[in-house]
């Protein structure tokens, strides 16, 4: 079981807000990610990270915006939501850094329940 | 272009009975190739990842295979459940970078009857 949370589950507000969804891990990972996820689609990847201060755009095009200050901790901002932006959002952590694991362990990401978006 | 493609789009089985998934790949230089399940409203959870090397693999009642010469590979659920019913899907990772980007599939929903 994966102890990787994020908050809120759902959210639904009005266009123009801001908002701020919630990452959280307790397991040390060094990597983390967000994807977007539009029902029966694959998953973009829109931000990632690897370590503290670091952070990266992804695959897909966002006009969100992520901070990593603390490693257990990856934010994704949005100044102002639009309907557009109406999507499922997942983040995802993996450990590269434990020599313990072999190097296909180190791959794998481990993913939080999501928060499901909806902007009227 | 990178691409991962899965069939069926959807699949409905009686409990009990076995189901094959398949995952067609063009993704290249290609490093590993994983099968996760993901729950109505939760994240994927990975149920196996393998390399080139590796033929079969499996977890419990998932078997996954992987051809690596025609890029395809398979999740062969065995006596399916009620949990069963979910989307798997198939997600490809490159050596091209020090990240191992990941492609993902659309996946294929599960749905198990009684």
């Known amino acids: 079981e994966a102890d990787i949370y994020q908050t809120p589950r759902y959210l639904v507000i009005g266009t123009g807000k801001k908002i701020t969804l919630e990452c959280s891990q307790t397991m040390g990972h060094d990597k983390m990610y967000w994807y977007q996820q539009d029902p029966g689609m694959e998953l973009h990847l829109i931000h990632y990270?690897?370590?503290?201060?670091?952070?990266e755009k992804g695959d897909l095009s966002s006009e969100s915006t992520v901070s990593r200050i603390r490693t257990e901790h990856f934010p994704l901002t949005l100044e102002s939501a639009r309907p557009s932006h109406t999507s499922q959002y997942l983040c995802?952590?993996?450990?590269?850094?434990?020599?313990?694991?072999?190097?296909?362990?180190?791959?794998?990401?481990?993913f939080g329940a999501g928060t499901r978006l909806s902007v009227l | 272009k990178n691409q991962v493609e899965q069939s069926p789009q959807s699949l409905i089985i009686l409990e009990g009975k076995n189901c094959t998934l398949q995952?067609?790949?063009?993704?290249?230089?290609?490093?590993?190739l994983r099968w996760y399940k993901q729950d109505t409203g939760r994240g994927p959870v990975s149920l196996t990842i393998?390399?080139?090397?590796?033929n079969t693999k499996s977890n419990g009642r998932y078997t996954a295979t992987l051809d690596a010469d025609t890029k395809q590979s398979s999740l062969h659920i065995t006596a399916s459940q009620l949990s069963d019913s979910a989307s798997y899907i198939c997600?490809?990772?490159?050596?091209?970078?020090?990240?191992?980007?990941?492609?993902f599939g659309r996946g294929t929903q599960l749905t198990v009857w009684p």
């Open positions: 393998m390399t080139f090397s590796e």
């Open positions: 995952c067609n790949y063009t993704v290249s230089p290609f490093s590993n």
């Open positions: 997600v490809v990772s490159d050596r091209g970078s020090t990240l191992g980007r990941l492609y």
């Open positions: 995802a952590s993996s450990d590269t850094t434990n020599r313990d694991r072999g190097t296909l362990a180190k791959n794998i990401q481990y």
């Open positions: 990270s690897y370590g503290v201060n670091s952070t």
